[in-house]
C-alpha cells in the first residue's frame, strides 16, 4: 500500500494529510451510524445566508436506488465504484428559499459541505471518492430531480481497500499520490 500519510512536507492536520479519493473499497458495509456523521458532518458546514443548498440522495449496495444511480456513472467509473457501499448522489439548490432570486455561491456550498463530510469519513477511517463522470441527464429523470435542484455529482463512499484489487491499469494510478501545484502558484500575497 502506499504511504498516504505524507502527502504535503508540511505538517497539516492528519485528516487531511491523509484524505485521498480511493478507487479500491474494502468488501465491508458502512453502519447506519458512521454513515449518520458523515452526513451530519455536511450539515454543519457555512453557507451563504445559511441557505444550506445542499442535497443528497444515498443509495446503499443492494439497495433502493444502488442499481439505478452505478448506471449513471461513466464506465471507466462504474469499473471501480460498484464495489463502494455507498453512493451518494449530490444536488444544490439553485435560488434562495426566502425570496427565490439567485444564490451564486449554492454550488461553492455545496463543495463545502462535501469537504466536511470527505473530512468527517477521512477521520473514521472511510474514504470518499467525488465523481463528475456520470450523466445527471439520467439521475435526474429516474430520481425525479425537482428543476429547482442542480444535480452535482455523485460521491463513492467505503472503507479503502488494497490495490490490488483494482483491476491492472487503475493498481498503480491507486498507488500514486496526486500531485499539487505549489502554493507559490496558487496565493498571493496583497498585490
Ligand atoms: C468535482 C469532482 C469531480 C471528480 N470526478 C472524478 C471522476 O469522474 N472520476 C475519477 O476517477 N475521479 C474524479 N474526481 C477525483 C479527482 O480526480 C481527485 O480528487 C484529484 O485527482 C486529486 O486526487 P486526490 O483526491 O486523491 O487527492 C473528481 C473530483 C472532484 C472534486
Redesign the pocket.
Known sequence: MPDRNN?SDLPIHPVLNE???P?SFKDRDVTEPELELVLEAARWAPSSMNEQPWRFLVARKGGVGHAELLATL?P??ALWADKAPILILTMVHRTFKRNGLPNIHAWHDL?GA?AMLTVQATALGMGI??????SATTARAHFQVPEDLDV??VLALGHPGHSDALPEGLREREER??PRSGLADLVRFGK
Not at 471518492?129 to 456520470?134: A, D
Open positions: 502527502r484524505r485521498y479519493s478507487r461513466a471507466s467509473n463543495g462535501v471518492h467525488q465523481l463528475g463522470g456520470f452535482v455529482s499520490r496526486s
